[in-house]
């Protein structure tokens, strides 16, 4: 492990943080703190084996895209892969069955998750990168999406998750990308993900917001 290349990617990390949430990985915060030197080389040891395994080795100075917040987790987007990280007992109580039963299904149309990676402070979520429908909320512009193939094959994920009593609950074209390796339109952010109470109106309401975010794009 080169301690050099590493440093490079977490001073991206950090400066994006700090232009965007003011806080940094070495700031007291609620989100990804580094209190020890301990936490540190864990972290450092982590993030270098997933640009090793995931990231095709690239530690190069434009290798962060971006960072977001999804409620409880951080979501760093990477040239070749997506790294969520979330407190591990945070991840534990809300999460954690929900990622298992996603890697378990294994399903075409749900985003692929590589591995995930729990130590005592914080759990990271590996994942395939796809292309993005929307950037900035707008279209793609280096993307020709099928609407008619996007619609059928994103309800009958609907439907199939119907069948383990679960509902994304956000289906929305900007949790949705393209897999060009595959040929499919894939489903992405588990945040609201889950066991459905009533099932039959979740099903409906998914494909609802799904319709209602194609026909609002269409019209910009």
């Known amino acids: 492990m080169s301690q050099n290349d590493v440093s490079n990617i977490i001073n991206q990390i950090n400066t994006i943080l700090e232009i965007y949430s003011e806080y940094t990985l070495f700031r007291p915060n609620n989100h990804i703190y580094l209190e020890s030197s301990y936490d540190k080389n864990i972290f450092i040891s982590i993030l270098d084996y997933i640009i090793k395994s995931y ?4 530690y190069s100075d434009d290798q962060i895209e971006m960072i977001k917040d999804d409620t409880n987790i951080k979501v760093i987007i990477m040239k070749n892969c997506i790294i969520r990280i979330c407190q591990t007992d945070i991840y534990e109580k809300y999460y954690e069955k ?14 692929h998750i590589y591995e995930v ?27 020709m999406i099928d609407y008619d193939n996007l619609y059928n094959e994103i309800v009958c994920l609907i439907s199939d998750l119907k069948e383990y009593n679960k509902s994304h609950k956000d289906v929305r074209l900007d949790n949705i990308g393209y897999d060009p390796e595959i040929d499919k339109y894939i489903l992405f952010d588990f945040d609201k993900f889950g066991k459905n109470n009533s099932i039959n109106n979740s099903i409906q ?9 194609i026909e609002w794009i269409k019209l910009i």
């Open 205 to 213: 309401t998914d494909i609802d917001i799904l319709v209602k975010s």
């Open 98 to 111: 929900e990622f298992d039963f996603i890697r378990y299904l294994k399903h075409p149309n749900l985003e």
């Open 55 to 58: 990231n095709k080795y690239d």
């Open 117 to 143: 990676i729990k130590t005592y402070k914080y759990t990271y979520i590996i994942s395939k990168k796809v292309i993005p429908l929307l950037v900035g909320m707008k279209l793609n512009p280096n993307l």
